[in-house]
């Protein structure tokens, strides 16, 4: 799931430096079409843990941490049809690096 720079495809600078709102709608609406493909594949479901590529490393650490706060609120909203959702460390991300996820 990406919040956004979806597939790495298309100018990346416009679409990570948008505010954490615009990431949060469009994490969030990723989250909820996965619950829903989950659910509609059944017990048979290949998606057994949700990889998201959250958030933008421009952001001050205050907006990453409530980003991510809303982000683990927002799945926990949409319940127990998403699978677990993990967020990378990747680069160009909230996460973008083990020294500022550790923070």
Known sequence: AYSSWANYEGPATEQLLS????????????????AE????????????RVNAHSGSDAWSED????????????ASRIGEALPPVSHETHRGRALCCPFATAR
């Open 19 to 34: 505010p954490p709102s615009a990431h949060l709608d469009r994490l969030t609406r990723e989250l909820e079409a996965i």
């Open 37 to 48: 493909a989950s659910v509609a594949a059944g017990p048979l479901s290949p998606v057994l």
């Open 63 to 74: 907006e990453a941490a409530a980003f991510l706060a809303s982000a683990v609120e927002a």
